[in-house]
């Protein structure tokens, strides 16, 4: 598993919150998307003492390959949201699941949340928690999308990912306070501080 330090979004980022439930049509209970126009990495260049700890790969420099270092940079940066993110080991009978997003190749636009608001098949499916709470969902809304988007840059790469909250075996639950920017080409949600092409 990965962990990254996002930016939280959530009512009471205000405006920007209504702005883009009611561009996106749902009455979200919170937002456990990873979508980082709406919730930017708070780790967007490394530190020297970071390279041996992240992800080094493409469009993956924010991702923390153990839990502690990454606990402890966000303690240090003092704000954003730590969350576990796995790319192939999905465990849906985890206690820290949360669910599967769906984000493009460059690990930026969610698919579910912030790529478009008229795909019915991704409004049928999604929580209201901005995330699809089961493998078998998921993984038909990347089909559907494949087949009727493929040549969209961002569908054709897309890839599933499970969200966890950030609690590693025999560790505490970190505290993560619950708050949101832009990649050219995504048809993305209104100005909720960011977003909406």
């Known amino acids: 598993m990965f962990y990254t330090i996002i930016e939280s979004f959530s009512r009471e980022d205000g405006d920007r919150w209504t702005s883009y439930c009611a561009w996106r049509g749902i009455q979200f209970e919170r937002f456990d998307s990873i979508d980082s126009i709406l919730r930017p990495s708070l780790c967007q260049k490394p530190e020297k003492d970071d390279w041996s700890h992240i ?21 240090k940066i003092g704000k954003g949201d730590l969350v576990g993110v796995e790319f192939h080991d999905h465990d849906e009978a985890s206690q ?4 599967f997003d769906l984000i493009d190749s460059y690990h930026d ?4 949340t ?5 795909v019915e098949i991704v409004n049928r499916a999604i929580s209201k928690t901005g995330l699809i ?6 993984e038909e809304v990347r089909r559907e999308l494949l087949r009727s988007h493929g040549n ?11 969200i966890y909250k950030s609690k590693p075996a025999n560790k505490a639950l970190v505290p993560t306070p619950a708050s949101v920017t832009d990649r ?4 993305s949600a209104p100005d909720a501080g960011a977003a909406h092409l």
Do not use: P
């Open 152 to 162: 969209d840059a961002h569908v054709a790469g897309c890839e599933i990912v499970s």
């Open 109 to 112: 636009v969610s698919v579910l």
């Open 55 to 75: 992800v080094n790969e493409n469009f993956m420099l924010h991702y923390f390959t153990d839990f502690d270092y990454a606990a402890a940079k966000q303690t």
């Open 96 to 99: 820290d699941f949360l669910g």
């Open 114 to 118: 912030n790529w478009g608001n008229d």
């Open 184 to 187: 050219a080409g995504a048809r």
């Open 133 to 138: 709470y089961t493998r078998a969902s998921i």
